[in-house]
């Protein structure tokens, strides 16, 4: 999928592109099976009667090898847009992101607001409070609107997300399910560096109503059928 995408940019940029694959099929290894398909990749044979009759229909099955989603707000989504095709998939939305409490047990849904926050089943009651000011702080900071009366507001230009934490007596667990759930990073570097980034990650997930993920309808194949009359214009 990727040279695929890369094509498609370069193609957009008015460059001549040449593919050659030796493949069975445009994207093979990114694509999306049917019944079909999926016999003869695995099992190098035609599904019978009996497979049909016990498993369904062949349209009915669209199996990624490697599942994947889109960022809703994200580089891909945004690569997507620039070469023209991103109102051409149909993406549905995971419905909901959650995360696993180690302090009640329990898996929860991640706060996508400051008033989800202060009922959220993955805080204690606390944190509830704390994370909801954070998160009242970063639509603050990010819309460049005046704070709400008892939201404390730090200056982002010289804080880092550590700061920030500290600033609002924000407890390990709470980091990691801002900093890994919500702002979407793989470790924790960003809490060294400026907080505006980690706030403007944060703002980004919560504009998104908390379903930062979308998945294409019709499997990772639809991308690249979107892709492939661009490619062979």
Not at 42 to 67: C, M, Q, V, W
Not at 144 to 165: F, H, I, Q, R
Request: aromatic share 8%; hydrophobic share 35%; net charge negative.
């Amino acid at each position: 999928f990727r040279e695929c995408l890369l094509a498609s940019l370069l193609i957009q940029r008015k460059k001549r592109v040449l593919i050659i694959s030796k493949k069975q099929q445009f994207a093979w290894d990114n694509t999306s099976f049917d019944l079909l398909k999926l016999f003869s990749r695995f099992r190098e044979e035609e599904p019978t009667d009996e497979d049909f009759e016990a498993l369904g229909s062949n349209k009915a099955y669209h199996i990624d090898l490697i599942p994947k989603v889109i960022v809703a707000y994200g580089s891909m989504a945004r690569l997507l847009r620039e070469i023209g095709v991103y109102d051409s998939l149909e993406l549905q939305p995971i419905d909901l992101h959650m995360a696993y409490s180690g302090r009640s047990k329990k898996i929860g849904r991640l706060p996508s607001s400051p008033e989800d926050a202060s009922r959220s089943s993955v805080l204690s009651i606390m944190q509830r409070i704390r994370c909801r000011s954070l998160l009242q702080s970063v639509q603050e900071q990010c819309e460049e609107k005046p704070p709400e009366a008892g939201v404390a507001k730090l200056p982002l230009s010289n804080a880092t997300m550590e700061d920030m934490y500290h600033k609002f007596t924000i407890s390990e667990g709470t980091q990691a399910m801002i900093g890994h759930g919500l702002a979407l990073y793989e470790n924790d570097d960003y809490q060294e560096e400026e907080a505006r980034a980690t706030f403007d990650r944060i703002d980004a997930y919560m504009r998104s109503g908390g379903h930062p993920f979308l998945y294409p309808v019709g499997g990772k194949q639809s991308l690249c059928n979107v892709l492939q009359p661009l490619l062979q214009a």
